[in-house]
Structure formats: C-alpha cells, structure tokens
C-alpha cells in the first residue's frame, strides 16, 4: 500500500517527545524503518517537549529507550545513523509566541513535515495556533492525531474543528494503532482476495461473530485519563468498531484511501442503536475487584495507587451488537474487552452456520459449526476449525475436528512481524490515508457509542463486580447465553 520514494526528505516533528507513546512505540518504529532503510537519508527526526534538555541529553534518553523497547536488538551502524537525524527543541506548547524558536529549529526548504501529536486531545489546538503563528503550516505538512479524539461527540467535534482551521482533511490521519497490525490489514485479504469467504460472508452462511480485546494489565498509573474515560471510550468507540468495520464493510471499489473509508463508515452507521429502552439486553458493565492473576494477588480497580472511592467507571464492556443492513440483518456481533482478564488475548471468531442435517450421526451425533478464528495477539495468525476423517480402515467412518492453522509465527519464520507503528508512520511520510480514521467515521462511531453511554448515565446502575483474573461478570455470558451461544475463552 506504500508509495515510497527515496527521493523525497521530510521532517518528522514529535510533540510529547518525551512521552510514554513516543518512548515505547514511535521512536522504535522509526529506528526500524531506518534499519529497513526506508527513512530518506536528509530526514530528520524533531524531539519536540516542556523539559529543559540539550540534544545530548536527548540523544542519550532515546538510546537508552530503543535499547529498552527495540525487541530485535540494535544494530550499531543503524543506531549511529538514527541518533544522527535526531534534533531536539523545548517547547510551551501553549506560548504561541514560543514556537518561533521551533521555526528556527526546523530547515528552510521544500521538505514535507510530518507533525505528530503525541500529547493530550486537549491541546490539540494550542499546537496548531503556535504551528499557524510561525509560519509553519504548508499545503503539503501531515498532522498525526492520537486518540482518544475527544469524550464525546461533541467534544470530538471541537477537537477536530480546531485543527482542521489550519489542515485541510487529507492532511490529517486519525491513528487507530489497530488498522496497523498484520492480522487486522489480513482481513481485507481474507475477505476479498479468496472466494471461500468472499461468497459466504453474510447472514446467509454466518451465524454470529465474536470481537475479543482482553488486556491482563489494570490501570498502569493512568487513573486520571482512565477513570474520565472507562473500557467503553478508551476501547469500543475506536479499537473494536474499527474491526467490526473491517469485518462488516461491503467490498471497495479499490485500496484507495476513500473506497475503504467510504464503507467502514457505512457499516459503522448501520449499527441499530442501543439505548435506554435495550440498554439492558444489549450490554455489560463491568468493574475489576481484587483477584488473582498468574497465582498473584492484584488489587481491584478500586484499591488501585490514586483510585477514586466510589468510581463506577466500567473497565469491562460486552455488548451485542446488530446492523441493519441487507448483509448481516439478524447477524450478532459480540464485543467484549476489559482490563485484568486472565491474559493479554486479541481475536475475532466468525462462527459460521451448522450443517442443516447430518450424515454422520453414528461418529458425531452433533456437527460443530465451522470457525474462523484470527488471532491478532499474542501469535497473529488465522486458523479455521472444520471436520475431518479419521485415518484408518474400520467399517464405520470416524470423524473429528481439526485446525488448518496459519501461525504468522510458524509460516514468515524468516520473517518479522512489523509492528503496527512502523506501518502507519511509513504511510503517514508517504501520504497514504487509507489505514487511518477519517472524520466521519470517528463522529458516527461517537454517536454510536454516546447512545449506550447516555443510557447507562441515565439507568444509574452500578458496573458488575468481577474478580481480577477472570473473563469478566456472569452477567457477560448470560448475554450470548440467551442466544443459546457462548464465548469462546
């Protein structure tokens, strides 16, 4: 989907330089693409941050960082190349007057800027006022914006209007991290490039769908953000709808960045709404207490460093989901994800419908349902479950489920799964929009989201409990168990 050329030098200007985001993801996937040599050799790589720090100083801080977080370790003449494209500036991102220095800081010419915001929503703005009051904003210059793009709706939309005053809509790209992972960018190939699935994608062939994103982790010290965010803003508004999309979207005309774009957001607009009158048939909330996790004891949200007594923030959400359209009309979609769940675990099942009679009675009395499963972490791959005979000349035909597995891992050995980062700064230098969330899709996944998050407000009704290290309240499986379904653990 790239159209890199070496020719064309850009500056990569990181805001919140000094952050987690920056630290852990951007500054490592930036030395990977220098050591896939994909970095133009005149680029430059702009640590912009509020700390007082000289460019040694800044040198030495994203050393020590890609030694920490660069998992497949640090090539010694790579690591001299990156260091050296590195250029430092401390900035008050809220003194418009300030960023006269960062003009001073940025080369004269022709170059492309590529401005990441790696800070909060909140100031989103303040950055392009200082950006516009130096003179440095060109019809060419790209803005990477981080999620969460606002608390709701409506603040979505003061944040977006804020920086489109100074960019127009394809210089902005919307980063959701997950349109960047191997398996997520495979589901376009499963879908559309094999006929198996081509032709059986729908509600003739399908019986329901499955999303899991389940985090073993808790807060990690971020209470502030969270508790003002909960599971539902921080993971089903972005994260779990941008996969359903993927999942539900007719077929493009094309890769191009608006064909794909054009029917997420028609798939995202087809979801049936929920609220106060189906709130309760439809979702769960749910909120940590103190547990076990790997024979550990874990506190419960609750009782975490900073916790606010009282919070009824979900840091479990499932919901069942339906859309409304010719495709998937009486199709559920099932999404769940929380923190403190027994692992880190990622994947989508797409259940397909059983066998209408069977033949095989005297082997199996019930025929299973064929599963599609993609893995997108830990060991991204796809595997489809189905039936099989077994070996052997006995007079009955015995029969069994089988896997025909695709382990990333196990099939590429020689080969490293790119992270999703690497990817989406590549397209971002390159100009390619058609991995990132355009303004539409974020405002009507927000009107979705706003609807549940309304009705819960208004019900009053307190998160269900659940034990750290387990997958969530009761009340979560007897959500699909009414539909005489269950989760796949």
Not at 319 to 336: C, M, Q, S, T
């Amino acid at each position: 989907m790239s159209n890199f050329d070496s020719q064309s030098p850009s500056e990569i200007v990181i805001f919140g330089a000094l952050g987690d985001l920056s630290r852990r993801k951007l500054l490592p996937a930036l030395y990977q693409l220098e050591s896939a040599g994909l970095l133009n050799p005149e680029s430059r790589i702009v640590g912009v941050a509020r700390q007082e720090h000289n460019l040694k100083d800044f040198i030495e801080i994203v050393k020590e960082n890609l030694t920490k977080f660069v998992k497949t370790g640090l090539d010694k003449d790579v690591l001299e190349t990156f260091l050296n494209r590195l250029v430092y500036q401390q900035l008050d991102f809220k003194q418009t007057a300030s960023f006269k220095n960062l003009a001073k800081t940025l080369k004269d010419g022709n170059d492309t800027r590529v401005y990441y915001f790696s800070t909060a929503p909140v100031i989103f703005g303040d950055i392009c006022d200082g950006l516009h009051a130096a003179k440095l904003i060109t019809d060419k210059d790209r803005v990477v914006m981080e999620k969460p793009i606002g608390h709701c709706l409506e603040s979505s939309k003061v944040i977006n209007d804020q920086v489109s005053r100074f960019f127009k809509e394809n210089q902005i790209y919307r980063i959701d991290h997950y349109l960047g992972k191997e398996t997520v960018l495979n589901l376009l190939v499963l879908r559309f490039a094999n006929s198996l699935f081509t032709t059986n994608w729908d509600r003739n062939s399908i019986d329901h769908v499955q999303i899991t994103v389940a985090e073993s982790v808790g807060i990690e010290g971020r209470w502030g953000f969270y508790d003002d965010a909960g599971q539902m803003r921080d993971m089903i508004q972005n994260h779990l709808l941008q996969i359903l999309s993927l999942l539900a979207m007719e077929p493009p005309a094309d890769l191009s960045a608006d064909s794909i774009r054009a029917e997420k957001l028609k798939a995202i607009k087809a979801l049936v709404p929920i609220d106060r009158l189906n709130v309760k048939d439809n979702t769960v909330r749910g909120q940590y207490a103190d547990g076990f996790l790997k024979g550990k004891p874990v506190p419960g949200y609750l009782n975490e460093e900073g916790a606010k007594e009282n919070s009824d923030t979900e840091t479990f959400v499932a919901i069942k989901a339906e859309i409304d359209n010719w495709r998937w009309a009486g199709v559920p979609f099932y999404l769940r994800t929380g923190k403190r769940m027994p692992a880190k675990h990622s994947e989508i099942v797409v259940h397909f419908k059983e066998q209408p009679h069977n033949i095989f009675k005297d082997s199996y009395a019930e025929l299973p349902s064929n599963k599609l499963t993609i893995r997108l972490q830990p060991d991204e791959g796809v595997e489809l479950q189905m039936m099989n005979k077994i070996p052997g000349i006995a007079s009955q035909m015995h029969i069994q489920e089988n896997k025909l597995d695709l382990s990333f891992s196990d099939t590429y050995e020689n080969q490293r799964v790119v992270d999703a980062y690497e990817r989406l700064m590549l397209e971002v230098i390159n100009g390619n929009q058609s991995l990132f969330v355009s303004r539409d899709e974020v405002e009507a996944a927000w009107t979705w989201a706003d609807g549940i998050i309304e009705a819960w407000e208004e019900s009053k009704e307190a998160p269900k409990s659940y034990p750290a290290g387990t997958w969530g309240p009761v009340s979560s499986i007897s959500l699909i168990a009414r539909d005489d379904r269950q989760w796949v653990e």
